[in-house]
C-alpha cells in the first residue's frame, strides 16, 4: 500500500501547524510523480494532544516555525511543477535544482533566502514561468540576470500581486481567519488539520462573510 501511495501521490502539503518540527527526510525522492512541494508554516500555537488529552501547552517548545532545510533528495521528484517554500525558514535551495527540467512555479516569499547565493540555481531552470519573492531583497542587477530566463514573470513588488481580498476565502478557526486565493487551497489546509479541528473550521466565500 505504502508503495502505492508513492507512486500515485502527486501534491505534498506539509502543514507545520499541527505537527512537531523536523528535517524532511531524504526519502522524499521516492515520490517519483510528485508535481506539487509546499511547506506551511506554523502561525498558531495549539496544544499537543495525545490519547485525546492535553499534555502540553504547545505542540513544539522550539522556536523555529518550519524545517530549515530542504533535501536534495527532491531532485529526483523530475516532475516536479511547483516549489512553494513562503514564509518558511527554508534558507537554501537544494543542490542541482536544474535538474527539475518541469519546474514551472517557484515561490520565495518571505524566505530567509539570499538570491546572491541562489540566482545562479534560479538561472539553471530554463523553463521557469514564474518567480515570486515578496519579502526578499533583489537589486537591479539580479533583476537582470533573472531576465535571462525566457518569458519569466517575476513577482516582487506589493503590487505585482493580485488583490484577493474580494475574490479569495476565508477560512476561521476560532477566532483566527486565513485569506487562501482559492476553494481548493482553503480546502487542503483544512483536509491538513487534526479531524477534530478541521470539523470545526468554518469556510467563508466572497459574499457570505
Not at 500515485?8 to 527526510?25: A, G, W
Not at 519579502?135 to 531576465?147: D, R, V
Request: charged share 30%.
Amino acid at each position: 500500500m505504502l508503495c502505492q501511495i508513492r507512486k500515485t501521490l502527486t501534491s505534498l502539503y506539509l502543514n507545520y501547524n499541527f505537527i512537531e518540527i523536523n528535517p524532511i527526510s531524504d526519502s522524499i525522492g521516492e515520490l517519483i510523480n510528485l508535481t506539487e512541494f509546499r511547506i506551511q508554516p506554523r502561525w498558531f500555537d495549539f496544544p499537543k494532544i495525545e490519547n485525546k488529552k492535553v499534555v502540553k501547552d504547545r505542540i513544539d517548545d522550539s522556536k523555529d516555525k518550519s524545517p530549515l532545510k530542504i533535501p536534495n533528495g527532491l531532485i529526483k521528484c523530475q516532475n516536479l511543477k511547483i516549489i512553494d517554500i513562503s514564509n518558511s525558514e527554508v534558507n537554501e535551495l537544494p543542490e542541482n535544482l536544474e535538474q527539475l527540467e518541469n519546474l514551472e512555479i517557484l515561490i520565495l516569499n518571505y524566505a530567509p533566502i539570499s538570491l546572491e547565493t541562489e540566482i545562479p540555481k534560479i538561472l539553471q531552470l530554463k523553463n521557469l514561468k514564474e518567480l515570486q519573492l515578496a519579502g526578499i531583497e533583489i537589486s537591479e542587477s539580479e533583476l537582470t540576470q533573472l531576465s535571462q530566463i525566457k518569458n519569466l514573470k517575476i513577482l516582487a513588488a506589493y503590487d505585482d500581486f493580485p488583490d484577493i481580498r474580494n475574490e479569495g476565502v476565508d477560512v476561521q478557526i476560532h477566532d483566527t481567519y486565513i485569506v487562501f486565493t482559492n476553494e481548493n487551497e482553503a480546502d487542503r489546509f483544512i483536509r491538513s488539520m487534526p479531524f477534530e479541528l478541521g470539523k470545526r473550521a468554518k469556510k467563508y466565500k466572497k459574499g457570505n462573510r
